[in-house]
């Protein structure tokens, strides 16, 4: 009887608990659209997605956010494409070939990387990877899409090496005892096997750091010269965040709206590439 | 019939402690040689070495020699890849990959370089049919193996094995996890197999051991007590351990 009354508190709670969190979910959802659609209408979708010119405070004022969105997929491609295959091997190395003392180190180097503020991350990359891209490539500034690349991918690395050696551990021996004893060569097995067995695993350290990238203000803000420019890698660029981030102290009336309109933007953003990644994690489980 | 594995002198410690003591075995080609006594006597063990699975435990010492062919296992020159292609396993658990029923199969060969859709095709047919398996899943090839009851997975195994065309199969305790109809379709699929492959086996189950096999080897405490003709041994065995254990007298 007592032990009955218990279960139904603690459910209870779990409910409620879980109704708070969708309930966040949906409260900010519906801010942000709330927020963001009166500018968008009053510049219009197509003007305010595909112009090119961001310039809220100049006589001819004008909102194209072009500059900003591709910045952003660019910078997110561009790190994922360098973070991606460094923090897979590194995981693949680490979980099944590293010596046990090289593991133990390199973990908790990982885990000390994890735990860095983006503030931290930024900071170094402006004192130490931006006057060296621009002593390397000879430019006037090296603060550069290249550098907020560079930063975002050692961000992400740590979740992404993190969750792939998760993964790559869950996956039962007996397969790749199995697949010794048909004659496979440990890199073959740990390849063929292993990674292929861990590989939804592994898609979800994609989905995190995708996410991490595209989210992240702090760090971008500091290394791209945040600027508004169409993106190049060897320019001064601003993201979607750092947009948001760096205006939003000063801006007032329609500025201030479209700042909400771009929120919504990255919003819509991160929700596309979460539920896209997740139908294909979701289909290969199946298969 | 002519040893095609024979063991000499061969002795193995886990750090410490030995698990094989002194054993000399010659292994009669194309038969069914099971390995019984109580567990952990060190059936699983001399097993594993056969096919080198050892290796992967850093802690075992080995003295001894074990031929294969006439060639020592253990030199320095011997490929183990090749080796374990030649020695296939079976494990107690089933184990297939998760991966289609196709790919399973299939795994092998392509490992071995054999490529074309034509010449994989036949293989895993061959292997699924010399398995016993093919009727029941020829058409669902491209579904996930792991879908399989336990019985028909162990199967698979038995046709992943086979597909990289070995000579000798290594099974440790294959039907232990199965129900007695999947265990007497692999003791058929066993007698069946032992006119193109030499089969070892180790087995908990005495009857088992009784029905499928040539010859029994009799292990206790790291020791070969005895071993020979399935029948003398079950009849009329030369050693009072041996009889007591078959009798059910103790492990
Ligand atoms: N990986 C291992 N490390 C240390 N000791 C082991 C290991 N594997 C087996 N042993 C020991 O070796 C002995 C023989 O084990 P095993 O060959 O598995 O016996 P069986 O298969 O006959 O039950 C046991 O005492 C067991 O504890
Ligand atoms: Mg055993």
């Known amino acids: 009887m007592k032990n009955k009354l218990f279960e139904n508190i603690m459910q209870a709670i779990f409910l409620i608990l879980g109704l708070i969190a969708v309930g966040f979910v949906l409260l900010i959802s519906f801010y942000l659209i709330i927020s963001g659609i009166p500018a968008i209408l009053e510049i219009g979708v197509f003007k305010f997605l595909f112009s090119k010119s961001w310039a809220p405070t100049s006589p001819q004022e004008n909102f194209g956010i072009l500059p900003f969105i591709l910045t952003s997929i660019y910078g997110t491609s561009g790190a994922v494409l360098i973070g991606l295959p460094i923090g897979f091997f590194s995981a693949v190395y680490l979980s099944k070939f590293a010596p046990k003392k090289i593991k133990l180190i390199a973990e908790s180097a990982i885990n000390l990387l994890a735990g860095i503020p983006s503030v931290v991350y930024g900071l170094v990359g402006m004192l130490v990877l931006v006057p060296l891209i621009k002593i390397i490539f000879s430019l006037p500034d090296g603060a550069s899409l290249l550098a907020a690349i560079l930063v975002l991918s050692l961000m992400i690395l740590p979740s992404i090496i993190k969750v792939s050696i998760n993964a790559l551990e869950a996956v039962p021996k007996e397969y790749e005892y199995a697949s010794l004893a048909l004659g496979a060569t440990e890199t073959e097995t740990v390849f063929k096997v292993s990674v292929k067995a861990a590989k939804s695993g592994i898609a979800t350290a994609v989905v995190l750091g995708v996410c991490r990238v595209v989210g992240e203000a702090v760090a971008v803000i500091m290394v791209s010269g945040n600027v508004a420019n169409m993106p190049s890698l060897f320019q001064s660029v601003r993201f979607l965040t750092s947009a948001v981030a760096s205006e939003m102290a000063y801006s007032s009336g329609l500025h201030r709206n479209a700042l909400f309109s771009i929120a919504l933007v990255l919003f819509l953003f991160i929700m596309i590439i979460n539920i896209t990644l997740n139908f294909f994690i979701k289909r290969d489980r199946k298969g | ?251």
């Open chain 2, 1 to 251: 019939m002519k040893g095609i594995i024979n063991a000499k002198n061969l002795n193995l410690w886990y750090g410490e402690t030995q698990a094989l003591k002194n054993i000399n075995i010659e292994i009669p080609e194309k038969s069914i040689t099971a390995l019984i006594g109580p567990s952990g006597c060190g059936k699983s063990t001399f097993l594993k070495i056969l096919n080198r699975m050892n290796d992967l435990i850093p802690i075992v010492k080995i003295k001894g020699d074990i031929y294969y062919n006439g060639k020592d296992i253990f030199e320095k020159s011997i490929d183990v890849n090749s080796l374990r292609r030649d020695i296939g396993m079976v494990f107690q658990k089933p184990n297939p990959f998760p991966m289609s029923i196709y790919d399973n199969i299939a795994y092998g060969p392509r490992i071995h370089g054999i490529k074309g859709k034509q010449r994989l095709d036949e293989i895993v047919e061959n292997s699924l049919k010399d398995a016993a398996i093919w009727d029941e899943v020829k058409d669902r090839l491209k579904k996930n193996a792991l879908g399989l009851s336990g019985g028909q997975q162990q199967r698979l195994c038995i046709a992943r094995a086979l597909a990289v065309k070995p000579k000798v199969i290594l099974m440790d305790e294959p039907t232990s996890a199965l129900d007695p109809i999947s265990t007497s379709k692999i003791e058929e699929l066993s007698l069946k197999l032992k006119d193109k492959y030499t089969i070892i086996i180790v087995t908990h189950n005495m009857q088992q051991a009784v029905r499928i096999s040539d010859n029994t080897a009799f292990f206790l405490l790291g020791e070969l007590i005895e071993f020979g003709k399935t029948e003398e041994i079950f009849s009329n065995p030369l050693d009072k351990r041996t009889e007591n254990y078959i009798t059910g007298r103790f492990g």
